[in-house]
């Protein structure tokens, strides 16, 4: 990968002339949001700010928190717009600027993106994607080579602020982002920039070995027994075509009591073989048939979910859906990946 710029630097070009620290330190009419479905990226860059600035932003979610990041400080000041609505519009309507952390167009923020355009407040986007809606915001600070949101955050507070205004809570927030955004530091993490701010945020003395446990150490008993059911019976593989699968119907997941979330990061599996190169994970729903796919090498599955599956995504991670039987949209997918 390109080396590029360091981020202080192009953060600094594209925030320009605009006083963006005054606006957040001296009102208390801040608002920040992130997106529907938050992941750990998400929660932490929004919370960092509420540790960081001393008038307590307020905090908005389209459908809140989820629970695996409750343990984050100050999780519980998050206003979650599925449960109060009304709060969280008003929030936007009366914010003087909105802080959009992690999301790069107003759909990612659903039944809230009226609010926030109609919003008179200066809206400022922090974030990390392709492909941003650049109108929909006055200021827009845009790297969609850095790991993470709260990479950018981090380097953002860093330039405006200094390193000594990140507290120990601010850290624990900006780290957990990096944490979730790269797996750990295995993808996304080409750039120096990331381990540089990692070295950063761990000498706030925060606590980075329980952080890891917190994000990855979720299992309950029956998620873990579910796993092992699906890896021996559920999984076909396809050494040949270095393709690898793995198919899950509406009986496995009430046999087990399992929920979609626990079935994420389930399909990384099928890439944990070495000669793999392409993994899916099929799963039925009531519905439809939900398809998710990774690549390893240069196989672009983005495309595929496209041509395919009614999806789209990443070139390496993608997803879509059939609405034809498991087992149509298994055959498809056999004869996308094995007879080609
Ligand atoms: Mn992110």
């Given at each position: ?7 202080l ?5 594209q ?12 009102s ?10 938050a992941?750990?990226d ?83 986007l ?6 941003v ?29 200094g390193?000594d ?16 955004d ?16 990692a ?20 299992f ?15 999984l ?9 699968y793995i ?26 073989m070495?000669?793999?190169s392409?993994?899916?994970l ?29 999806g ?29």
């Open positions: 990968m390109e080396r590029e710029l360091h981020p630097d192009i953060i600094s070009q925030i320009g002339s605009a006083p963006l620290k005054q606006w957040l330190e001296c208390d009419r801040v608002a920040v949001i992130s997106h529907m479905n992941d750990g998400a929660v932490g860059s929004l919370l960092s700010w509420y540790h960081l600035l001393q008038h307590r932003p307020q905090l908005l979610l389209p459908n809140g928190c989820p629970p695996n990041f409750g343990w984050m400080p100050a999780a519980d000041k998050i206003v979650n717009g599925d449960a109060d609505r009304a709060r969280c519009e008003k929030a936007l309507a009366e914010a003087d600027t909105i802080v959009c952390v992690d999301f790069n167009t107003l759909s990612r923020i659903d039944f809230l993106a009226p609010a926030l355009s109609a919003s008179k407040g200066r809206k400022v922090l974030d990390h994607h392709n492909d809606q650049t109108d929909a915001f006055d200021i827009v600070v845009s790297l969609p080579h850095l790991s993470s949101a709260c990479e950018l955050v981090y380097w953002t507070m860093r330039l405006l602020w390193e205004a990140i507290d120990r809570d601010t850290a624990r927030c900006l780290y957990t982002g990096i944490c979730t790269t797996g750990s530091f295995s993808y996304s993490s080409e750039q120096p920039s990331v381990y540089e701010a070295a950063a945020l761990v000498g706030h003395d925060i606590d980075a070995a329980g952080i890891h446990n917190h994000i990855n150490d979720t309950s008993e029956s998620r873990l027994r579910f796993y092992g059911f699906v890896l021996s019976h559920r076909r593989v396809f050494p040949e075509s270095r393709f690898a198919y899950v119907t509406l009986e496995d997941q009430r046999r087990f009591g399992i929920t979609p979330a626990d079935m994420e990061g389930l399909v990384s599996y099928t890439m944990v070495k000669q793999i392409v993994g899916a099929v799963r039925e729903e009531s519905a439809r048939i939900r398809v998710s796919l990774r690549s390893k090498h240069d196989v672009d599955v983005n495309r595929i979910a496209h041509t395919y599956f009614n789209g995504g990443h070139t390496k991670a993608s997803g879509g859906h059939t609405t034809v039987s498991l087992q149509e949209t298994l055959e498809l997918l056999e004869s996308v990946f094995i007879h080609c």
